[in-house]
């Protein structure tokens, strides 16, 4: 165990040296926060996505989506540089491995969360807009780990699969579709079955539980002018399953196919 803490330490300190991870982990997801707050706030919140119960687990989904691209680029520059071959003579096992590797990625999305619903409230404050709740808050954070332990082993597996050329590359595919198909500014709850097809992904699940935490409301339409409040529906309950089924599956993955990666370069 103190081998594993060691090498996430190590880790860890790479992960800090990485400028990507205050432009895009840290800088960026602000700067979406304070945009929409701004384009919601001039067009008088006629935007029902725009507002912060909304906005606060759309934006903060999609900002995890770049703890994936930090995960993967530290696997595979650790396997380009030959680092890994020379760790794999230590009794550390493939499980150790991933901890190591998953545990300061962790903490950067911790940290993350936490300035996502800090920045929200403090933009709420200039904006004089309603902001959620401090319970509430407390309730994204613990509603938001299960999203970014699924990006944390998602990166690991990129990582692993591809080098540190073209793995970048093909996160940012998944960090396009987090904005897109997460509903993080796109109102997916007027799109019908366009919807339901988010909700078997992993982003929109993380979202959709989210604003049902802070009691956003749904987008107006047509047919009902008043629009209702997210609730635990089917919706809901569908959400909480395909969270947790690819959780399991990606922190399963992730530890097959590093074990995979250290007999092949071993």
């Known amino acids: ?87 794999y003579v230590s009794p550390m096992k493939r499980s150790d491995f991933v901890i190591g590797y998953a545990l300061p ?7 993350q969360i936490i300035i996502c619903i800090f920045s929200g409230y403090i933009l709420s404050l200039i904006c004089s807009s309603p902001y959620i709740s401090f ?56 799109m019908g079955k366009f919807e339901t097809f988010c909700l078997f992904l992993p982003f929109y699940p993380s979202v959709y539980l989210g604003r049902i935490i802070t009691g956003a409301l749904h987008t107006p339409t047509e047919t009902a002018l008043m629009p209702n409040k997210y609730v635990f529906d089917a919706s809901g309950i569908i959400s909480v399953i395909v969270l947790a089924v690819y959780l399991v599956a990606t922190a399963i993955l992730s530890i097959i196919i590093f074990g995979k990666t250290m007999k092949k370069d071993g």
């Open 105 to 111: 990625s962790f903490v950067c999305g911790v940290i």
């Open 135 to 190: 319970a509430s808050c407390l309730f994204i954070f613990l509603e938001s780990l299960p999203m970014l332990l699924i990006n944390v082993f998602a990166g690991i597996i990129v990582g692993c699969l591809l080098n540190d050329k073209s793995a970048p590359a093909i996160t940012s595919v998944f960090i396009s579709a987090s904005g897109i198909l997460g509903g993080a500014w796109m109102p997916l709850d007027i």
């Open 1 to 87: 165990m103190k081998k594993c803490l060691s090498f996430a330490k190590r880790n860890i300190k790479e992960i800090t040296r990485d400028p990507v991870v205050y432009i895009f982990c840290l800088a960026f997801p602000v700067v979406m926060l304070a945009l929409f707050s701004i384009i919601n706030h001039f067009s008088g919140a006629a935007t029902a996505t725009f507002d912060f119960p909304s906005l606060i687990p759309g934006i903060t989904t999609f900002s995890l989506s770049f703890i994936m691209l930090c995960e993967c680029l530290l696997v595979s520059k650790d396997k380009t540089t030959s680092l890994l071959k020379r760790l």
